[in-house]
């Protein structure tokens, strides 16, 4: 037994040694072919890319390595280059793209590239190509003979190849860590972004026969995968960041998500508009899990247009502030509505459907007056936006945006309201209606009594119904107001004070001689008040919207302009007396004296 077993060690190591031996003389082979074939390689790569690129592309690279035995090789200090005056000759031939690149890297690492079967079956099959922390420049320049072409190659790399090889093939290019800039050159003053830090995998890139006309592939690749995780940004004015979380996009789905997308103020409420000098609306926007699909990339690659047939936002927060304390910048805001931002936004943009779930939108503001800051709410905010373009051509079938939604004012009362945005308007035109249902009144003094000096004591709302048509400058329409049970108290600002003081006589006054308790009245007459408002062209588009409904509102309790004169002139007139009879007091006590 002993024999038998030292005799099967020996056949082992002889094994071992044999495999040894012709693993060196392998791996020295290897070396030898890489040494000697090195220049050829490099020539041939060096053609491979002139010729199949039309003589618009050249690479430079400093060393070749390569590893016959495990089938891989790397390339160093790599840059790809376009040659300018074959771009030139090209756009005069009308074969020119839309977009050229340039590319440097340190380094490109090819892996199993299969060498045999290049000289058996003449075929290039390589499983990756890995590019590590790449610098890319992509330059845009818009050409109308590419308008409609198909997002394929004008002329096939096939018959650049045909000679000596069947086909080209790579399983995967991997971009990782892409330092990214777009150069616009479609404008007189070439425009530049960057990003940085995006990984792009390229799947089943081919070159044979017939793959420059199949319609399953872009540019010869059966897919495009983008992704970018935890991006961060400021904004040109240095007030925000915006961040990206998890963003990822596949074009053979042409859907595109995100996880998150924030804009986040560096400042306070308080001290945003401080460190602006002037008053100035402060946004804070948090949107999860939010999916566009449809995306078409070619048209995004040639002309950088998003075109999509649907967007999904489900979850997040859409909060406005603005102190009203401090100066105005002294300016209009005009073209500052949500439709008119959306004309103003360079690249053109097209979301057919956009569907919102569970919203919360906010709306505040510190008032100079009451010292105070108030706030309105609309909380589970749902419903669909159609029409979210800037493109003429779409313009021009459908001028309109159309927004139907669902949400629920202050958290209690369920309001269904619909916008209808006229996208051509110069003068930003826009209409809306909709319908409150049930709340208690006692809800909206988060925001009357900071905003309006005005405490709704009791009072439950039936009904609130409204349709409105506006522009920058004025609003007009109708409400009706159906309420039970109304009384209100009036409040004043006492220096010195941080609270708002209540005025109970004169509160007392107008629930007893100016304010309707109930609407319609136990004789069933019903009050509905026409609007007509004229915009303060210093106020934004939430605070113009809530100003034309609270004056509807307030001419329908009661409180028309004339009565509100009559109850303030009654208040000042009271103050007078009050100030005159501390007056007298104080006189008195000084002649005891």
Do not use: C
């Not at 330059?139 to 045909?162: A, G, H, L, T, V």
């Not at 789905?253 to 100035?280: H, I, Q, W």
């Amino acid at each position: 037994m002993m024999r038998k077993t030292r005799k099967t060690f020996t056949v082992i190591k002889w094994v071992a040694a044999v495999m040894f031996l012709l693993f060196v003389a392998a791996d020295a082979m290897s070396w030898y072919l890489s040494v000697k074939l090195r220049p050829v390689i490099m020539k041939e790569l060096k053609d491979l890319v002139l010729n199949s690129t039309d003589s618009l592309y050249r690479i430079e690279f400093s060393t070749v390595n390569t590893n016959f035995l495990l089938g891989n090789a790397s390339v160093s200090n790599v840059k790809i280059i376009p040659d300018t005056l074959i771009f030139n000759k090209l756009i005069k031939l009308k074969r020119a793209p839309n977009n050229i690149y340039e590319v440097s890297l340190k380094k490109l690492t090819i892996r199993n590239f299969h060498p045999f079967s290049i000289y058996k079956d003449k075929e290039l099959s390589v499983e990756q190509l890995l590019f590590e922390h790449p610098k890319v420049v992509m330059i845009n320049r818009q050409f109308d003979f590419n308008e409609n072409r198909p997002p394929r190659p004008n002329k096939s790399p096939y018959e650049y190849i045909s000679k000596l090889l069947k086909l080209v093939s790579v399983n995967t290019i991997s971009l990782k860590d892409v330092s990214f800039k777009y150069i616009n050159k479609n404008v007189p003053v070439p425009e530049v972004d960057s990003l940085d830090k995006l990984d792009i995998t390229l799947k089943d890139w081919l070159i044979d026969a017939n793959s420059a006309t199949d319609p399953t592939r872009i540019y010869l690749l059966k897919d495009v995968l983008i992704n970018l995780n935890d991006y961060q940004f400021a904004t040109p004015d240095s007030l925000y960041h915006i961040q990206l979380n998890e963003f990822s996009f596949a074009a053979s789905t042409g859907k595109l998500n995100v996880k998150k997308f924030a804009v986040v103020p560096r400042y306070s409420e308080m001290d945003f508009g401080r460190k602006v000098g002037f008053s100035k609306e402060r946004f804070s926007i948090q949107l999860s899990d939010i999916s566009l699909s449809g995306i078409d990339l070619p048209l995004y690659i040639k002309k950088q247009e998003l075109a999509a047939q649907e967007m999904n936002i489900t979850n997040g927060f859409v909060s406005v502030f603005n102190n009203n304390e401090l100066p105005s910048q002294g300016v209009a805001r005009v073209g500052k509505f949500p439709h008119q931002l959306l004309q103003m936004v360079k690249a053109q943009l097209t979301v057919k459907k956009l569907n919102l779930s569970d919203v919360d939108i906010s709306y505040a503001e510190f008032d100079s007056d009451s010292k105070q800051k108030g706030r309105i709410t609309f909380e589970k905010t749902s419903g669909t936006i159609l029409n979210v373009t800037n493109e003429e051509k779409v313009k021009a079938k459908n001028p309109f945006m159309l927004a139907n939604l669902k949400t629920y004012m202050m958290g209690q009362g369920k309001l269904m309201v619909n916008f209808k945005f006229d996208l051509n308007a110069k003068n930003g035109a826009f209409s809306y209606q909709g319908e409150l249902g049930d709340m208690d009144g006692g809800f909206l003094n988060r925001i009357t009594k900071p905003l309006g000096m005005l405490q709704v004591n009791s009072g439950m709302v039936k009904k609130l119904s409204f349709n409105v048509v506006a522009d920058e400058a004025k609003a007009s329409g109708d409400l009706n107001f159906r309420y039970k049970d109304l009384s209100i108290g009036l409040m004043k600002k006492v220096e010195g004070k941080n609270r708002l003081v209540k005025l109970g006589l004169f509160s007392m006054l107008a629930n007893s001689l100016v304010i309707r308790p109930d609407n319609p009245d136990d004789k069933g007459k019903m009050v509905g008040a026409s609007i007509y408002f004229q915009r303060d062209p210093r106020i934004s588009f939430f605070s113009f919207i809530w100003k034309t409904l609270l004056q509807g509102i307030k001419y329908t309790v009661g409180l028309t302009p004339e009565k509100q004169a009559e109850i303030d002139a009654q208040i000042a007139k009271f103050e007078k007396m009050k100030n005159d009879r501390e007056q007298r007091r104080e006189a008195r006590r000084r002649r005891k004296k």
